[in-house]
């Protein structure tokens, strides 16, 4: 007996219409159009795709067609019924009861039907997949799309053009077209029409789990991914600004990307051979932290045989297990919290943990405890250098706990990558990395309150793999693969760099006036032409 055929007991028992099966949400069975649920857990897209599965004619895979829609019908002691699966990222599963009296009209339950109902009936698209029609079932799926799916289709065309274009976001808001990042720079998608806030809100709600659409009710922002599925995961953040609901989705690739394709250092690499410690990838928005853990998390996929615990929000990569167990947990729909599920965790098994993001004191507390507990834990802080971040992590806690924190620091601490994406010559992104790596010598500046001194450490030490971020941004120069001024407009210590640049014989006269000052550059009668003029166009 398959496990499904327990739900279709519960749906003739109640006299219900269809049984509704959606990831993230309870199992409801359909009553005179009203939803009433049958479970009391929320199903997960396995549990969908194992049940829907199970009941399936053996010789007609379940392959979405065009729309993400497979169809087929399954009979049991409790009647017939028609199966539709819906893969357009979020999984659903609709069973419906068919019409009575038409069972003889049908082939045996095994093999692919066509549906019993009406030319105009949303039934009338199955069809048998080897029959000669084949523009049938794709013009009878247009016709479904046309009517009930418009703003999903129109959503899911906005973001095949968002991965076409190789572009990093899609933004959305009401009185503007679609619009594209591509290369760092934002740009209408040409040909896309102005959208108002209703579009944009029904669109929003063909992609966003009832929970996410009840937050943004409330709170008027949230964060939700999507899949297209062979295509890309997206990751969304809805909001509300002063013309109405806009998002944003950010692309996250469908194939894991690995250290070698993004030439991490071996230094780097070995940290995820350690057994415990804190490692954390800093950087601004949009500086590539998650694609960098991604790579990370898939070398200890490969390489361990651990169990590994993420925690995100939402999930972006996903990681199937290879060597290690893995399991990730989206906040919102699988935790309440970063900090319950961090909590949770300890008592879960786990070898190494990610969180997605170290977002308060009681997060950035227990992912330190973590750490001292014989754990690997990995983090993301929105920093933009490695001091900053010991500095961020610090102020965080109240000043009677920063003596204690920064001693825990000092012993968890294993490593910090802190990145900026700079724009490529030729086109496209490419990330320059400051790592600052454990030694004695950073443990103890780190525990006496000395972090002004660690860049001073990261200077000395490139031979044990430590880089500072005016070295990385120089190297890109150095190999022609960024140009001068995007290393200097990405640096923090602009100074530095304009000393590096001057040094290569680089161009600089479009340093800002007073960095070039600073550097010796452009005071007095030696300031060169470029810099006296680039002062007087600042009104200078």
Known sequence: MAQLDRFLNLLVANNASALNLSEGEVAT???????????????TSAQILNLVREISP??????PDANGHARFEYSSSDGTFE??????????????????????????PTQPVAAAAQPDSPKAQATKPEAPKAEAPRAAAAKTSATGNRALDKMESLLRQLVGNKASDLHLRAGSPPMLRASGEIAPIPGEAVLSSEDIDIMLNSVMLEQNREE???????DFAHEIVGLARFRGNALRDRKGIGAVFRAIPAAVVTVEQMGISQEVQRLCHLTKGLVLVTGPTGSGKS???????????RTRSDHVITIEDPIEFVHESKKCLITQRHVGVHTSSFKHALRAALREDPDIVLVGELRDLETVSMAIETAETGHLVFGTVHTSTAV???????DQFPPDRQAQIRVMLSESLKGVISQVLCKKIGGGRVAAREIMLSTPSVSNLIREGKTFQLPSVLQTSRRLGMVT????LIELVDSNQVEPQE??????DKVGIIHMLKQRGKDVSFADVDDARAAGLASGPEATGSSKAKAGSTGR
């Open 29 to 43: 069975v359909t009553i005179k159009d009203s939803a009433r649920p049958v479970m009391k857990q929320a199903l």
């Open 58 to 63: 053996s010789n007609v895979p379940l392959v």
């Open 83 to 108: 199966v539709l699966l819906s893969q357009n990222g979020k999984i659903t599963a609709r069973i419906e009861r068919t019409i009575a009296g038409s069972n003889a009209a049908k082939p045996a």
């Open 216 to 222: 943004f009710k409330e709170i008027n922002d949230t």
């Open 291 to 301: 694609t960098t853990l991604c790579a990370l998390i898939d070398l200890i996929n």
């Open 388 to 394: 900053s971040t010991i500095d961020r992590v610090i």
């Open 469 to 472: 971020m005016n070295d990385a």
């Open 487 to 492: 290393a200097y407009l990405k640096a923090t």
